[in-house]
T-cell receptor, first 107, second 112 residues
Framework: AQRVTQPEKLLSVFKGAPVELKCNYS??????LFWYVQYSRQRLQLLLR??SRESIKGFTADLNKGETSFHLKKPFAQEEDSAMYYC?????????FGTGTSLTVIP | NAGVTQTPKFQVLKTGQSMTLQCAQD?????MYWYRQDPGMGLRLIYY???????DKGEVPNGYNVSRLNKREFSLRLESAAPSQTSVYFC???????????FGSGTRLTVV
């Protein structure tokens, strides 16, 4: 069975500090992983995909197959980064979402 | 280009009432999905439609039915609402999973 685990429900960091949101997955096949973000009272938006190896809004995420992780990182957090972040595993055409991490950036 | 449009945005139902949540997308996507979002549980798939004319159960289908009316529209029906169905419901669509989902703005449903 596939599963996505986000161990932190809440995470607070100070503005300018580095931030890392953890995501671990369990999947027997070759994983495709994504991060989605949901700002307050807004719809979920795709943040980044591991296959694109892109950096969006200063965030990056590296797939580590050995540790089965796909942690989201940003070197300097900004207040506008405060949001709910969901890690998601794609199997077929379906996503399995983690339970989310609520990030608060303290001014 | 509206993307994915959900109606209504808010709804309060009494236990036992029925209602249909509407979803439409204008991106010519093949696949459409209904999720519910609950605190501490993330997003859970209720039903999905991989293409027009097909629907399949997701992780939590009990108490719901869906209709893929055409390529654009995918509705979710609660026949007899229960308090456990109080949630925020999101519709999503995609051309292919690899491109990610486009989500609607959600429907906040309260069943009293």
């Amino acid at each position: 069975a596939q599963r996505v685990t986000q161990p932190e429900k809440l995470l607070s960091v100070f503005k300018g500090a580095p931030v890392e949101l953890k995501c671990n997955y369990s999947y027997s096949g070759s994983p495709e992983l994504f991060w989605y973000v949901q700002y307050s009272r807004q719809r979920l938006q795709l943040l980044l995909r591991h296959i694109s190896r892109e950096s969006i809004k200063g965030f990056t995420a590296d797939l580590n197959k050995g540790e089965t992780s796909f942690h989201l990182k940003k070197p300097f957090a900004q207040e506008e980064d405060s949001a709910m972040y969901y890690c998601a595993l794609l199997t077929g055409n379906q996503f399995y979402f983690g339970t989310g991490t609520s990030l608060t950036v303290i001014p | 280009n509206a993307g994915v449009t959900q109606t209504p945005k808010f709804q309060v139902l009494k236990t036992g009432q029925s209602m249909t949540l509407q979803c439409a997308q204008d991106m010519n996507h093949n696949s459409m999905y209904w999720y519910r979002q609950d605190p501490g549980m993330g997003l859970r798939l209720i039903y999905y439609s991989a293409s027009e004319g097909t629907t399949d159960k997701g992780e939590v289908p009990n108490g719901y039915n869906v209709s893929r009316l055409n390529k654009r529209e995918f509705s979710l029906r609660l026949e007899s609402a229960a308090p456990s169905q109080t949630s925020v419901y999101f519709c999503a669509s995609s051309e292919s999973g690899k491109s990610g989902y486009t989500f609607g703005s959600g429907t906040r449903l309260t069943v009293v």
